[in-house]
């Protein structure tokens, strides 16, 4: 009876020491998978930033090689218009090449005449032209251009006079177009005026009076030119 009453601290401390393992053993594994977790967790976190840091990434270069390709896109657009301006700007130099200024003087259309001292006593006389200085295309007869090819013309007239209150009638065909007009002082009248006009072939221009007795001094002039 005394050895079993003797045995059983011992068996106690035996039980206790062996649930103290056993809760041990439990918590601990529990510890070990938390710390596995956070652990996983965590690596997870980390491939998850770098992806997402190099998707953005990825993005980014794809946004800048879209807008280089915009930009490189203008920039040749930008080169060729300015070859082609290049270009144009160059055509004058092409033509006005030695050799081929003869065909340019042959087909150049246009005239300027001085219109001799002289009084006009009707409006329906048509103004003198001479000497006639220049006659590209031979189109103005020394009183009426005629024109000899479709285009848009341009004339001018310049008139000295004493005459008072009195100018010059610039006409296409039988049309008054514009009109130089010279009043005031009697001795020291002048007065100038143009025309822009688009032209068929065989429609004609010329100057007459605005009224009679009109003196025209023999340093006014008549030009005209075709421009396009």
């Excluded at 092409?94 to 002289?118: C, D």
């Amino acid at each position: 009876m005394g050895s079993t009453i003797n045995m059983a601290p011992f068996v106690t401390c035996l039980m206790f020491t062996v649930v103290c393992l056993l809760i041990g053993g439990s918590y601990g594994e529990h510890s070990l998978d938390r710390r596995a977790n956070v652990v996983k967790r965590a690596d997870n976190d980390t491939y998850y930033n770098i992806y997402t840091k190099i998707n953005t990434l990825e993005k980014y270069v794809i946004n800048l090689e879209t807008k280089l390709q915009t930009r490189t896109k203008l920039l040749r657009q930008v080169l060729k218009s300015v070859l082609e301006m290049d270009s144009n700007l160059g055509l004058p130099n092409k033509y006005l090449k030695k050799e081929n200024i003869p065909a340019l003087k042959k087909n150049a259309v246009g005239f300027t005449t001085k219109l001799p001292s002289t009084t006009y006593s009707s409006t329906s006389s048509i103004i003198r032209g001479s000497p006639i200085l220049y006659n590209g295309g031979n189109a103005y007869n020394g009183t009426v251009f005629t024109c000899p090819s479709p285009g848009l013309y341009l004339f001018d007239v310049s008139l000295l006079s004493i005459t008072k209150n009195n100018g010059i009638w610039i006409y296409k065909n039988s049309q008054q177009l514009t009109l130089a007009w010279a009043g005031g002082d009697p001795q020291k009248n002048g007065a100038s005026v143009s025309a822009a006009v688009w032209l068929d072939v065989g429609d004609q221009v010329y100057l007459r009076p605005h009224r009679s007795s009109l003196y025209i001094d023999g340093n006014s002039a008549f030009t005209g030119v075709k421009i396009n």
